[in-house]
Every structure is written in C-alpha cells, then in structure tokens.
C-alpha cells in the first residue's frame, strides 16, 4: 500500500492529515488520550515537546551565515500580522466596542483569532513547499504566542513588562541545532533526515485540541472569522514575505489562526473584567477560526507554491 504518496498528493497532507484525524478523535472521543494514558495519552498531549525537538532537527540544517535573512523573513511576518490585526482592532472597536454583534462576533474575538499563527501547521507547509530559511523564521514570530500581544493590542494592562525568557525559550532548541550543525556535520546528516517524521506526530497533537462542534456552534460567523483572518492578515503577509525577500508562500501558510488562540479570550477577561460576558463567544469564535483556517490554508498554499514553480520554470527555460 502506498499511504504516504496518497497523503501527499493531499495539500499539506502529511500535516492536515493527521490533524484532522486528532480533531475527530477529540470531538466524538474526547476522553481517549485520558482513557488510554501513558504513552498514548501523551500523543494527543504532547505536541510541545515533539516540537522542541523538531526545532532542534530543523537547526542542524541550518548554517549560520543565513541568520540575518532568518531574521529578516521571522520579523516581516511577525509585524505583518501583528500590524493588520491592529489596524482591523481600530475599525472594529469603533464599530462593536466592548459587545457583540452578529451573533457572537467581539473585537476581543477578531483580535486573538488574527494575532497567533498555528505553528505547527505552517513549519509543516514549509517543510513541504517552502524553504530551510522560512522553516528557521518561525521562532521569531512565537512572540504571537500567548496572550501578550492580543492585551497589547486590546490596550489592557495586564503585563507590565515583556516575557523575555518565553522568547528565549522559543528559540533556544533552534540555536541549540545550528551551533551542533555547524561545529559537526554529522549531526546534521543524522538530524536532519528526521525533519519530515516529527510532521504528523506534533500535526496529530495540535488536531486533537481541536473540537469541530465549536464551528458549528460558531455558525457562519466563526467561518467569515476564520475566512477574514485568511484574506486581511493573509494580504499583509503575502507582501511582507515578498519585500523580505520571499515569493509570497510563506505568508499565505502563516496566514491562520492557532489552536491555542482559543485559550487567550478567558486570559483577557480575566486581566480585564470589561471583557467578561464576551469571553465565552470568543473563545467558539476563535476555535472555529482555527479549524477554518487549518483547512483551507493548505489547499490555498499548495496553489500558490505551485503557481509560483511553474512562473519560476518558465522564467528558467527562457
């Protein structure tokens, strides 16, 4: 049987794959990780660790004299995505306010649902159609991560300062691999083969936090959030990624909304109590913005990059 090809003639199959199959698990079964514990329990769990050691994969890969463009690429998505939510922050809040309209629809919503990138699924597009330079940026925008900018860019007062050591955190397994990369090479022959495997392991991880009643609790607004978080932050993105040096395929992967958003709106409320009696529609709205996203995303990814080989080929053959 050939299952692996079958997974990847689907649009970033290796990942939205296995992402969808821990969404299902989670949504008819939701207590199967708890059931099984151990090892299978950590499966549907432990999506963060698989990641740190996948960033230390992706390091050894990595030589260092291309940090400077790593930086580039990492801080134009980052203030690129950041900056379209806070301008759509600025129009909403003069439109909503504090409340709710269209059926659950806040500014608290729109904001967290645009701010935080899933991660996981966009190092999975990269490793498919992008490149070793755009897998190396994201570390740079886990400063998304969180509830830090979504306060800052709400106006709360909440963190008195900026969490220093989480960023360090962040990229601290990614330095760990270059410095072992680049001092041997042999670590990067026997680390870098292992890139591709971690995929659908962290993919199913981050699927089974995902819930697919909450879209349907959402209804068509959480799915015009989740379409909106693709088109407005999706735009900037595209633009930023390609003044930075990129073809635009990047941006459009980093265009989505995380599944961990979904936690920030009861994170705001609770430094903030004028947001209370919208946390909760928030939270469904940002949830399903993530399913939305996580589906859509890949099939518009996988269009583009094509797109961009075939105007590449051409430009070679002549």
């Known amino acids: 049987m050939q299952i692996k090809k079958a997974m990847e003639k689907v649009p970033g199959g290796m990942m939205l794959l296995p992402l969808l199959l821990g969404a299902t698990i989670n949504t008819f079964i939701p207590t199967a990780g708890e059931f099984f514990g151990s090892y299978t329990g950590a499966l549907f769990k432990g999506v963060l660790p698989i990641l740190a050691v996948?960033?230390?994969?992706?390091?050894?890969?990595?030589?260092?004299?291309?940090?400077?463009?790593?930086?580039?690429?990492?801080?134009?998505?980052?203030?690129?995505?950041?900056?379209a939510s806070i301008v759509v922050a600025?129009?909403?809040?003069?439109?909503?306010?504090?409340?709710?309209?269209?059926?659950?629809?806040?500014v608290l919503a729109i904001v967290a649902a645009m701010n935080d990138t899933n991660?996981?699924?966009?190092?999975?597009?990269?490793?498919?159609?992008g490149k070793k330079e755009d897998?190396?940026?994201?570390?740079?925008?886990?400063?998304?991560?969180?509830?830090?900018?979504?306060?800052?860019?709400?106006?709360?007062?909440?963190?008195?300062?900026?969490?220093?050591?989480?960023?360090?955190?962040?990229?601290?397994?990614?330095?760990?691999?270059?410095?072992?990369?680049?001092?041997?090479?042999?670590?990067?022959?026997?680390?870098?083969?292992?890139?591709?495997?971690?995929?659908?392991f962290f993919a199913f991880g981050l699927g089974a936090g995902l819930d697919f009643r909450k879209v349907m609790d959402a209804g068509l607004v959480g799915l015009f959030l989740g379409v909106a978080v693709i088109l407005i932050t999706g735009t900037a993105l595209f633009f930023a990624d390609n003044l930075a040096g990129g073809n635009g395929?990047?941006?459009?992967?980093?265009?989505?909304?995380?599944?961990?958003?979904a936690g920030v709106p009861t994170i705001v409320a609770a430094a903030n109590p004028a947001y209370a009696s919208v946390a909760g529609s928030a939270?469904?709205?940002?949830?399903?913005?993530?399913?939305?996203?996580?589906?859509?995303?890949?099939?518009i990814t996988a269009w583009w990059a094509k797109r961009v080989n075939v105007q590449l080929n051409e430009t070679v053959s002549k």
């Open 283 to 299: 939270t469904v709205m940002v949830a399903a913005s993530a399913i939305v996203t996580a589906i859509l995303v890949p099939f």
């Open 119 to 129: 991660g996981g699924l966009y190092l999975a597009l990269m490793d498919q159609y």
């Open 54 to 83: 996948f960033f230390v994969c992706v390091g050894t890969t990595i030589d260092v004299r291309t940090t400077p463009k790593i930086l580039k690429r990492g801080g134009s998505l980052l203030f690129s995505k950041v900056g």
């Open 135 to 200: 897998i190396a940026a994201y570390p740079v925008m886990t400063v998304e991560a969180g509830p830090f900018l979504t306060m800052v860019t709400l106006g709360i007062v909440g963190l008195s300062a900026f969490p220093w050591q989480t960023l360090i955190g962040a990229v601290l397994p990614l330095a760990i691999g270059m410095i072992l990369g680049n001092l041997d090479k042999d670590f990067r022959d026997l680390f870098g083969k292992a890139v591709p495997a971690f995929v659908p």
């Open 249 to 261: 395929v990047a941006g459009i992967a980093a265009a989505t909304t995380a599944g961990s958003a």
């Open 90 to 106: 600025l129009i909403a809040s003069q439109m909503i306010g504090e409340g709710t309209v269209l059926g659950g629809l806040s």
